[in-house]
């Protein structure tokens, strides 16, 4: 091994290490902070005036988490289409005539929407993926530590 492939190899060791610090330690317990931190977090957007902001975020996400337990009781379940439209018909008439309220027209208005639903999607997603990682890094040190 050349000089150049043996400071790779370090280095992808070393990032290795990182990730799964971060994933194990690191992740679970800003996980834990941010489930006890949303009163407060809140009411302090409340009094800067963005509580409508989080009032949407979890209109949506209610919304998400509502879709994605009925689908999974469906034998055939959904698409992630079916549920995004699901999602969008769902939250529609509670948050477009905000956005309406702002002047936009009604076109303009529902592209807005669906970009912020698909947005929280994807927020939710990525939280749903670091969360699978995690489980799945407990699962397999368990493991290896019990073989």
Do not use: R
């Amino acid at each position: 091994m050349n000089s150049f492939e043996t400071f790779l190899s370090k280095a992808g060791s070393e990032l290795k290490k990182i990730a799964t610090y971060t994933v194990k330690k690191v992740l679970p317990t800003a996980t834990k902070v941010a489930v006890e931190a949303e009163p407060v977090e809140d009411l302090a957007l409340t009094a800067v005036g963005l509580g409508s902001y989080v009032t949407e975020f979890n209109a949506v996400a209610e919304s998400c988490l509502a879709v994605e337990q009925a689908a999974a009781v469906l034998p055939s379940g959904m698409s992630g289409e079916a549920k995004f439209a699901a999602v969008l018909a769902d939250v529609k008439s509670t948050l477009l005539p905000k956005l309406e309220a702002l002047g936009l027209t009604s076109e303009a208005a529902e592209a807005k929407l669906s970009g912020y639903v698909q947005a929280v999607v994807t927020v939710l997603n990525t939280f749903e993926a670091a969360s699978s990682a995690v489980t799945a890094t407990s699962t397999s040190t368990a493991t290896t530590a019990a073989a």
